[in-house]
């Protein structure tokens, strides 16, 4: 071989390992998750495709974010153990994060209404300490009216479930009432904060007799679906809802920004504050993939026919 070709062979395999080097994390870094283990399963999902190898580049702390009245001690914990970033699923976690600390990055995922709640100062510019991905969405308060509509026939009063204490609440009730108006439904609001509340509220809504009901984005709805899945078939409601888990459980339907989607992509936050850019110059990403799923039993089970129109846009059937 040249000289001069030895030279530059060896110039090559210098800069490619400085390059692989520079790819290697330079000590193992500590990811706080606040939120459910499906989410957290996406989230490390996300992090394998970006070459992180679980207990050798990171160390993932979890806590669980199925009890909204612990979410503030979890999250004190999480910066107790002093780690490099918190993933905070849902809007309450979200919220219980940036209560904890000031200076941990917070990357969160599916807050409804970050800016309106005062999470970040805007998605463009998120200032502070947080960033990651919104549900926010307006048009889907009024699309899933529309897909009640479609499979009830003649609907014109449907009931809406929430939990008033989920800061983004207010924008989700916002949407739902335009959205009723312009479709001409009438709306009858329920209240649920613990999961002993569903009884009652399912009852009182029950005695005005809706023909359909909705279910308002928050941790408890997802924590409950299949109690709310039940109890809606039993008061004769058939219900959509916001995320995938509810017609799984048994709901008649869920339209949405795909949940784990948005936990995969929580990565790519991740990754990017470990590579040194800072959570207030990190834009605030919102949903680019949205799932319908129907569930044909639970259609049989409330007598209606689903359109082949209908059952032809949907991502996932259940049968």
Known sequence: ???????ALLGCAAAWSLAARAQQPDRTRRIGFLGNKLRLEKMKKGLADLGYVEGRDVVIEYRSGDRADRLSGFAAELVALNVDVIVATGSQASHAAQHATRSIPIVMTGSSDPVGTGLVASLARPGGNITGLSLQ?????????????????????VAVLSNPDDPPVVFSLRETKVAAQALGIELQFMEARRPEDFDSAFAAAAKVRPGALVVLPASIMTRYAERIAKLALNTRMPAISYF????????LMSYGPSLGDLSRRAAVYVDKIFKGIKPADLPIEQPTKFDLVINLRTAQAFGLTVPWTTLARADEVIE
């Open 1 to 7: 071989m040249k000289r001069r070709a030895f030279i």
């Open 137 to 157: 969405s307006p048009e889907l308060s009024g699309k899933r009216l529309a897909l009640l509509k479609e499979i009830v026939e003649d609907l014109s009063r």
């Open 244 to 251: 995938r888990e509810f017609p799984a459980a048994g709901g």
